[in-house]
């Protein structure tokens, strides 16, 4: 049993850079990266069109592709790009989680 609706420690302020990382909290897989300002970004680590790990994707120009198929994934996990398409899917989007640094 996990504790829901607390703070956990993730990693030290170097582990995470912009490069996605993979993490599992509670049971729930979660990928982190930093935007160019530095600031900290926390997704859920699946893309919702094939279940693709995120964390197996790159940055780019601060939001988040798929290592599959290229949605690109704004930090409030609503999807910004579908390669191929005029138009997306209002519904295209990942949970985004509460981040905030302390102590460096």
């Not at 912009?18 to 859920?44: H, Q």
Request: overall charge positive.
């Amino acid at each position: 049993m996990f504790l829901k609706n607390q703070w956990y420690a993730v990693a030290w302020d170097s582990d995470i850079g912009g490069k996605p990382v993979g993490r599992t909290i509670c049971g729930e897989k979660i990928v982190f990266y930093r935007k160019r300002d530095r600031s900290l970004v926390a997704l859920e680590d699946c893309c919702p069109h094939r279940l693709f790990p995120l964390s197996q994707g790159f940055v780019h120009e601060d939001r988040l592709v798929c290592g599959y198929h290229g949605l690109t994934f704004a930090d409030s996990g609503q999807c910004v790009h579908m390669p191929s398409q005029d138009t997306i899917n209002p519904n295209a989007h990942i949970r985004a989680y509460p981040v905030i640094e302390r102590y460096r």
